[in-house]
């Protein structure tokens, strides 16, 4: 699996990856940071103390088993966890040093700001037009008709969905296959130009070719957007990830350069979850 | 024997018949030293069914034709003029004395004569019917149990078989309900066209009076039978309570689903749902009692001159009723709406309120559409708070602070008190009664086709 990961992975991405260096170049370029946060669902605790910060443009990959409580910190980057009542959010998380918990904070703009694909595509049930201009709609982004028409076509445009349904914006969305709608989602969040795009676990519900215009997309955004995924694949984090952080049963392990997560790990339990021997 | 005595005696047998086919199994799989097809239960309960099942479909055709063959040789031993003499209903009366003095049942007038002496001729029949089906079922009985256990062998497939008596005594239990409906409509359809025999179709759906004077006065005197004013009213009734119930019924509905936490759920769920429960004669008082002086007092004070039993009263109590039927189906559909689509119009920055306006309701449509209909038909549907509320005015008039008259409340009419079955006053009922079953069965598929269709979107 190691191996494999490693062949997988493009040349490119040792480049971009070059760790130590990016780390320490970006330290006026933190994107969010998250100091000491803990999330309680009820009475359990599902993430004990994380401390990470995201840097401007990066894609950063959360990989670690099932119940690591990956998805869940992912979650509370845009405050998507208010919507469950037994759900506490402890500590703190800065969009552009501001805390995004603060009581004045307007978690409607917030998630303007960081929007978020999830696991599987939810399309609303409306045309594919309607679908785009939901979110630009709600936010008053365009004036027009014409301006939304235009924000509509780049954002199918850079989601490369544009080609496929251009001639049929007025079918519902829920009729496109499943590696359309998914693209639709990440269109539709394109849409209200967020900062940075949260994605839970993109292609997990969509087969490898779907997945490889997904993986694509991801790799074209980074150069626009801010983009945090979490990922059951760790071939993917390593194809398409500047930085991978290991998550374990609440706790962020290690976060390091995806280069190095996959060859040189500092801690053996990384190094055992990469190489296949838990998870 | 009584035919209850016979019924236990024969459960009885088939009790036993089940323990001789169990033990019968067993003592064959220790004889041959196999393992059977089916475990022991099964032979027991297929050798019980071959024991029971013959003798009481014999037993049910046999209450079925003996009494009718009885009557017949009655009615051969009986003197011919006295036979000659008798219209087929005066003889099917006395058949029936007979029957009643041969059950030793006292009849009016104590019998004549010749009542007498059929009902003598009638008993003995009887009790030699009784002796004869006691001694068949019997036989019956006994073969069928004789043959079972002679035939259980480690191939017979009896698990098989019995499942096949369980799924068709299941079928069966469904046919009655649909039987039921069938026979319903069919009884109701040859009624009604017996009514359209005394008043055109065309007078009957077209008429805009409703006048049905009494059947006492003459075959001349008709009366006219315009169903116009009764569906005028039922509409407008139901109007009424669907603007009350709609808007309530789906606000409670968003609040239960989306807003209430949930121990304020779990409380007022239930509560609301018991305006369900509440019987609709006691929604009738309420209304003539509370409701109408109310609003008549409220209409005195805005100086619009409102009937005490109106259709305004009649209907906003109605509506009061169907609010749980809106809300708690509404509820359930919302709740359906899967959380993905949520959280998809809420990642976008959506306020709650505008996921639930622009997400969730139009998801939800379809469904709740559905539920309209069916609250819609219940409306249409309802009796006792019409009966009691609306004034019984079957006037085509527009104003809802008049007394009206529904279909439901004439059908109620026009079946009480004295009643003539071969007079239109009272057939027109079945005309009625038709008229608002196509009307709320074209309702009801409407909004099972709507709900299903909804359905599968998300499943």
């Not at chain 1, 280069?259 to 990469?274: A, L």
Request: aromatic share 8%; net charge neutral; glycine share 8%.
């Amino acid at each position: 699996m190691n191996t494999s990961a490693k062949t997988n992975m493009p040349s490119s991405m040792v480049s971009v990856g070059g760790g130590e260096s990016r780390t320490s170049k970006a330290t006026n370029n933190v994107k969010m940071r998250a100091k000491d946060v803990k999330v309680f669902y009820g009475d359990t605790q599902a993430i004990n103390g994380i401390d990470i910060d995201i840097y401007e443009n990066e894609v950063l990959a959360f990989i670690g088993p099932s119940g690591c409580g990956k998805s869940t910190f992912l979650r509370c980057l845009n405050r998507m966890n208010d919507t469950i009542d037994i759900c506490r959010v402890e500590g703190e998380i800065t969009l552009d040093q501001k805390d995004i918990y603060a009581p004045d904070r307007d978690v409607v703009l917030l998630r303007a700001q960081v929007g978020i694909v999830f696991q599987k595509p939810n399309p609303f049930p409306k045309s594919i037009y309607e679908n785009i201009a939901y979110g630009p709609r709600l936010h008053g982004l365009a004036k027009r008709k014409a301006e939304l028409d235009d924000i509509v076509e780049s954002s199918l445009r850079r989601a490369g969905l544009w080609e496929e349904v251009k001639d049929r914006l007025d079918q519902p969305g829920t009729g496109l296959s499943g590696g359309q709608q998914q693209r639709l989602c990440i269109a539709r969040t394109i849409a209200v130009s967020p900062d940075i795009i949260l994605m839970d676990e993109p292609c997990s519900a969509l087969d490898p070719i779907a997945t490889g215009k997904v993986e694509q997309l991801i790799d074209e955004l980074s150069e626009s957007y801010t983009i945090v995924m979490v990922t059951h694949n760790m071939q993917q984090a390593a194809r398409v990830a500047d930085r991978t952080a290991f998550f374990h049963m609440g706790d962020l392990i290690e976060v390091d350069s995806t280069d190095t997560i996959f060859t040189n790990p500092q801690n053996q339990r990384t190094h055992d979850y990469i190489t296949g021997r838990y998870g | 024997m009584s035919n209850l005595a016979l019924i236990a005696t024969l459960l009885l047998i088939m009790a036993l018949a089940y323990h001789l086919g169990l033990t019968r199994s067993r003592a064959v799989a220790a004889e041959h030293d196999v393992r059977m097809h089916s475990r022991p239960g099964y032979y027991g309960a297929l050798v019980a069914l071959w024991c029971g099942l013959p003798a009481l479909t014999l037993f049910l055709l046999w209450s079925f034709l003996a009494p009718q063959l009885i009557d017949m040789l009655v009615t051969q031993q009986l003197p011919i003029d006295l036979v000659a003499g008798m219209s087929d209903r005066e003889l099917a009366t006395f058949l029936r004395r007979v029957t009643a003095l041969a059950n030793e049942r006292s009849v009016s007038g104590g019998g004549t004569p010749e009542e007498l002496a059929a009902a003598a001729h009638m008993a003995r029949l009887q009790t030699f019917e009784n002796l004869s089906l006691v001694a068949l079922m019997a036989v019956c009985a006994v073969t069928g149990l004789v043959f079972a256990r002679r035939n259980i062998s480690p191939q017979w497939r009896a698990r098989n078989q019995v499942e096949r008596v369980i799924t068709i005594a299941l079928a069966a239990s469904s046919a009655v309900a649909i039987f039921t409906t069938v026979g319903i409509v069919l009884s109701m359809l040859g009624e009604a066209l017996k009514f359209f025999s005394f008043i055109s179709p065309a007078e009957f759906f077209l008429g805009t009076t409703w006048n049905p004077r009494f059947s006492t006065s003459g075959t001349d005197a008709q009366g006219e039978f315009g169903l116009l004013p009764l569906l005028w009213g039922t509409m407008m009734v139901s109007a009424i309570a669907l603007l009350i119930a709609i808007p309530v019924g789906l606000m409670t509905a968003i609040y239960m689903a989306e807003y209430a936490p949930s121990w304020l759920r779990n409380v007022a769920k239930p509560i609301i749902e018991i305006l369900a429960g509440i019987p609709t004669i006691v929604y009738g008082f309420f209304a003539l009692i509370v409701i109408g002086p109310f609003l008549s007092s409220v209409g005195d004070l805005v100086g619009i001159n409102i009937r005490t039993t109106s259709a305004l009263t009649a209907g906003l109590v109605m509506g009061i009723m169907i609010i749980p039927f809106v809300s708690s189906l509404s509820d359930d559909i919302i709740t359906q709406v899967p959380k993905s689509l949520r959280d998809g119009a809420l990642g976008l920055g959506a306020t709650k309120s505008e996921t639930i306006r622009q997400v969730v309701l139009p998801a939800a449509l379809p469904g709740i559409v559905g539920a309209f209909l069916l609250a819609a038909s219940r409306a249409i549907g309802e009796t006792m708070i019409v009966v009691l509320a609306a004034g019984n005015n079957p006037v085509l008039h527009a104003n809802p602070f008049e007394a009206i008259s529904t279909i439901t409340v004439t059908i109620v009419n026009q079946l009480t008190g004295d009643m003539d079955f071969a007079s239109p006053q009272s057939l027109v009922a079945f005309a009625l009664g038709l008229t608002l079953f196509v009307i709320t069965l074209g309702l009801n598929v409407i909004a099972l086709v709507i709900v299903r269709k909804y359905r599968q979107q998300y499943e």
